[in-house]
């Protein structure tokens, strides 16, 4: 018996491989000023990170909720590089948030009844909206914020999420183009 064949076929065998699946998180210039970033549905709301440097100092854009898969990021400076992460984030929603408005802002409280969460997250569903949106994001072991009211948002209804982040993403860039 012969190894020789055996061998080929396992170098043959090595040779083949199945493509590679789509990335899961990519950007996209759809002008030379604008960039449109998109991502799975996971069920899970995503915070959107930038930085102009791979190594950061990274800043949030914007947190979205579930079965968002897209963000537009509009008019940036043309001719200069932008690198992009999103995380994906889950956590429970509170029974027991309490408000009390005053004038123009309302002030929210809650017990922190766990140990490991990342933040708090508050969402907002604003009359006639069918979902809530995050709207502000603490600390962990907050216990406490306050928003001002904004034209349109009396009578909202609020939820809180214990937040709990997910892994970050590989991260993607784009450099933006000549304005036109």
Not at 33 to 43: A, N, R
Request: net charge negative; charged share 20%; proline share 12%.
């Amino acid at each position: 018996m012969s190894v020789k064949p055996l061998f080929c076929v396992a170098l043959l065998a090595a040779g083949c491989s199945t493509p590679a699946p789509p990335p899961s998180f990519t950007a996209s210039l759809t002008s030379p000023t604008d960039v449109v970033l998109t991502w799975p549905d996971d069920g899970a709301g995503h915070r959107v990170e930038y930085a102009n440097d791979p190594a950061g100092p990274w800043t949030t854009l914007r947190f979205l909720p579930a079965h968002t898969t897209s963000y537009h990021h509009p008019d940036l400076i043309p001719e200069t590089p932008f690198y992009y992460r999103e995380q994906p984030f889950t956590g429970p929603v509170s029974t027991e948030l309490h408000e009390v408005a005053s004038g123009d802002t309302v002030t929210f409280t809650w017990a922190d009844r766990t140990s490991d969460e990342a933040g708090f997250l508050l969402e907002i569903r604003r009359p006639g909206a069918p979902d809530f949106d995050p709207v502000e994001v603490t600390d962990p072991d907050a216990t406490t914020c306050a928003l001002s009211v904004l034209p349109g948002e009396e009578g909202s209804a609020y939820r809180l999420r214990t937040l709990h982040y997910g892994p970050l993403s590989p991260v993607v860039h784009q450099t933006t183009g000549k304005e036109r």
